[in-house]
Nanobody
Framework: QVQLVESGGGLVQAGGSLRLSCAVSGRTFSSYAMDWFRQAPGKEREFVARISWNGGSTNYADSVKGRFTISRDNAKNTVYLQMNSLKPEDTAVYYC?????????????WGQGTQVTVSS
């Protein structure tokens, strides 16, 4: 059973930085594109960033471009989200997700989430 486990969340002041990690169990991590999503209280889950299977391609939501960086280490089965210049509106539960290789647009595994709180 593939599991995704996020870590690295916490409380930070506006302007600060955090680095989230998502450790993925299993032997096929390097075959999958990985994404980060977030969900703020009372809001729908939203896309944050995506990285291709080999790290050669990345995409970001407009709201985080220039501040967040997604990366991966396939040797460690881990995807990261470096978050700089954090704003109070970045406060949310952050989730990593694995993209299906069978159905486009489908995410077949999700982590449990890690809370990020940015104080003003």
């Amino acid at each position: 059973q593939v599991q995704l486990v996020e870590s690295g969340g916490g409380l930070v002041q506006a302007g600060g930085s955090l680095r989230l990690s998502c450790a993925v169990s299993g032997r096929t991590f390097s075959s999958y594109a990985m994404d980060w999503f977030r969900q703020a209280p009372g809001k729908e889950r939203e896309f944050v960033a995506r990285i291709s299977w080999n790290g050669g391609s990345t995409n970001y939501a407009d709201s985080v471009k220039g501040r967040f960086t997604i990366s991966r280490d396939n040797a460690k089965n881990t995807v990261y989200l470096q978050m700089n210049s954090l704003k109070p509106e970045d406060t949310a539960v952050y989730y990593c997700a694995r993209e299906s290789t069978v159905v486009a647009g489908l995410y077949d595994r999700w982590g449990q989430g890690t809370q990020v709180t940015v104080s003003s």
